[in-house]
Structure formats: C-alpha cells, structure tokens
C-alpha cells in the first residue's frame, strides 16, 4: 500500500489543523493505521493508532483529549484531528500502516507515507 499525507502548514497556539493520508490499493481496511512524528532533532514517536474498522483508539498520553483519529475505509483515508495545538506539537507528521500489528513501535509499521509538516507558532 501506498500512503500519501497532506494538510500540513502553520498554525498558531490554540488553533486546530486536521492531517490526513491517503492510501492506494483495495485492502486499506485490513491495515492497522498508526500516526507518529517527528520533531527536530528528536527521534520519531507515537502518536495514536486506529484499528482496521476504527472502532478502536489510542492516543500517547501528550494528546489525549487534544488529537483524533478517524478513518474512511470507503475512501481509503486516514485523519489526525488536532486541536488546542502547542509549539510543542511542531513536527513533521507521519502515517503508517501494520498489516499484523496492533502496536505502538514503529518498527512493527510496514508502510510509511512521506510525512506533512505542521508549525506551531506561540
């Protein structure tokens, strides 16, 4: 599968942005979806995951309450809601799909989309 994410940009503190990727092919629903980022310098880390028929959640605890995750299996697509956003939150935002796993390491992701930027400004 291929992931294509979109919907990055600057916003500023408090604001609210929703991310999204893409996927190609006809098995998107059987994939766990996860969402990680990336911030400079810092290594890649966790955000949430959704569940093949996203029934299911699970969020870090630094977004709980803030971020959702959604998807569309008609559409193929996977959505990061993020609201009361922080400079904190600066990162490039990745998507990833596990056709196996339900997990929180990216190592157990097979597919990764090419990330979207997204700038919190104070």
């Known amino acids: 599968v291929q992931l294509q994410a979109s919907g990055g940009g600057l916003v500023q503190a408090g604001g609210s942005l929703r991310v999204s990727c893409a996927a190609s092919g006809r098995t998107f629903s059987t994939y766990f979806m996860g969402w990680f980022r990336q911030a400079p310098g810092k290594e890649r880390e966790f955000v949430g995951r959704i569940s093949r028929s996203g029934s299911t959640t699970d969020y870090v605890d630094f977004v709980t309450g803030r971020f959702t995750i959604s998807r569309g299996n008609v559409k193929n697509t996977v959505y990061l809601q993020m609201n009361s956003l922080k400079p904190e939150d600066t990162a490039v935002y990745y998507c990833?799909?596990?056709?196996?796993?339900?997990?929180?390491?990216?190592?157990?992701?097979?597919?990764w989309g090419q990330g979207t930027l997204v700038t919190v400004s104070s």
């Open positions: 990833a799909a596990s056709a196996s796993n339900w997990s929180r390491r990216r190592t157990d992701y097979d597919y």
